[in-house]
């Protein structure tokens, strides 16, 4: 069964439609990478998933349409890591990756032990415990996103959507997140919903991939099926080489033209 899905989704800003028709599902503990050029409607994807933007048509969680449930319920099910949230400046990382725990906090109530533990955990798993007395204002770019993911584990809601969960990152902190992802997924069976603007990245580690192009789905199934010569040419005008990299997964590298 697939564990969330869109059905005829459509998202219009300022009066433009910016997303329109699109259907999607992802299986209990797939991992859907969602993949586009800049202003493609990607971020505006994951808003709609997140149930956090006005839409058309329905996204469900499980049989459950997302708009029905009330938002304690819906922060249960499904955690959104936003790609560059604004943070308080002056809260702490650990206060800031214990927000996670809000809807599991009796109303007028204080976080428990356990979800202290759970947020120490964590951070603990992302390397950031030497970091979970530093305020949020002074941690630089990749730090401040290991933290804003950390928020969105803590939630430990089986569906996960991650927005460019990796850009700020070097390279070893990219593959730490990421094997970290999925390891939840395989051990706890997240369903992961992530956009990357890296493809080979995308390639390696999402079981299926949606293309979406000018707000709509232009190409999905597995890695080997989307990331073509052909279509990446067409949708991200790139001239590119596709190699079937160690368990038939695609590795795209960039071509000069001549
Ligand atoms: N609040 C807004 N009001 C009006 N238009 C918006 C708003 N937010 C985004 N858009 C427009 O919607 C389109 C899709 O934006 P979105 O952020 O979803 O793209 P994206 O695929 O995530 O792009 P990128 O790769 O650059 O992050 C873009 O043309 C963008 O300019």
Partial sequence: M????AEGLGVSLDGREVLSGVDLRVRDGGWLAVIGANGAGKSTLLKALAGVLPCTGEVLVGDMPLRRLPPRRRARLIAYAPQSPALP???TVFDYALLGRTPYIPYLGRESRADREATASVLRRLGLEPFASRRLGRLSGGERQRVVLARALVQQAPVLLLDEPTTALDLGHQQQVLE???RLRLADGLTVVTTLHDLSV???YAEEMALISRG????????A???TEELIDEHFGARVRVETGPGGRPGVHLERPR
């Fill in 180 to 182: 970290l992802v999925d």
């Fill in 89 to 91: 400046a002056d809260m």
């Fill in 202 to 204: 995308a390639g390696q």
């Fill in 2 to 5: 697939s564990r969330i899905r």
């Fill in 216 to 223: 709509r789905v232009a190409a999905s199934g597995a890695p």
């Fill in 225 to 227: 099926d989307v990331l």
